[in-house]
């Protein structure tokens, strides 16, 4: 059996790697390699139109594996559903993080506005690098990205459902495998690199700080009765997440909305029309699977952050303004001087963001006591953040009851809030922050 050792161009490669699709972990030696030669198709377990995987034996003088015909290979897969791997998971420890919510939450919105803001930040402000690690992944990420940002028609009048369509349950968001006569759908993960840069506080330890974040978009249709089974294990990689996002739409609550009319004396315009629904089940139902599959009691509290994300701030930002006494549509971050050569980089606000999600939870407990209750019950730690995808752009239209924005308009409020939150909770010394006392962490 060949291993990655001297011939092979991982030089430093994890003990052990997990796969982002079947969250299969195996040792690094054991990882596969895809053929490049045009006539070394068919892949037993992906297809006759897939190239064939194998275990390399030999390798070129720069270290890459060669196929059968003797072409140098250049990309890696699982050696259990032999569905590609970036080198980056080979290189860097993974960071898993899901997300879900009912359908219509606005989560599609919340992950294209979060992705792209995180791009122009993260490097900018804190002095961290935010990249693709699998372009081809991310490749449907990246057009609901170009949709809302980058739009030839950002000067116009769009339909905001045009803009991104709603998270599928099947199609091109899936990869099918067969095993023998099984056949098993995994949700593509978005994955992202992520590493301390030059400048920060701990650029020494990019080697320990540096990971591979795997980003599942969960459809809310996926927690239906029955919607998870051995042939669509389509929310088990929840278990394994380090931080859940759950996006909680207050417009839909019928209660919550009723708080809306009695704050502003009557109906807001862009909700007079919009859906209502329960969402507690999917939370509920989240929860209930987690437990199973993370084998927690039923008296046992998840271990893991669950971030609650209030979606369409721009909506109802009025009613936490009474509590907080005050509208700052600022980020939560402020400047420090770090580093031997003094680069001036931001720290994030802890205090006040935790100050917000304290005034976000008392205005939930009054309106959506279950949700409250279902979240606590759950999770040892559950914060609530106010988020608005594209800002307070929206217009509703009499004649259809859509709402329409113009692209170039959109400024969203603390879409990256959540993520650099769960960073903090979960992996520690990436992110710099600000504490209630003391330097910066």
Known sequence: MAHMTEGSTLPRSLNRVTCPHCWETFPAERMLWVAEHADLLGDPLLGPEEQQRFLPTRFTVDGEAMDARGFACHSLACPKCHLAVPRSMVELAPLFLSIFGAPASGKSYFLASMTWQLRQTLSAIFATSFADADPVLNQHLNEYEESLFLNPRAHEMCSLASLIRKTEEQGELYDTVSYGTQTVSYPRPFLFSMQPQAGHPNEAK?????????????????????????????????ALSRALFFAFDPTQDARFRNYMDEGRGVMHDADSKSRLSRQEPILQEAAARIRRYAKLRQTEKHNRPLIVILTKYDAWSHLLMSFLGEDDRSEPWKPIASGANGNRMHALDIPRIERYAQFSRRLMQKACPDIVAAAESFAKEVIYLPASAVGWCTHQASNDGQTYIRPAEARPFWVTVPFLYALYRCHPGLIPVLKSKGPPA
Do not use: I, W
Not at 216 to 231: L, M, W
């Open 206 to 238: 990019v080697d320990q700080l540096g990971r591979v974040v795997c980003l599942y978009d969960n459809a809310g249709e996926s927690f239906q009765p029955g919607k998870d089974a051995v042939s669509s294990p389509v929310t088990r990689h929840m």
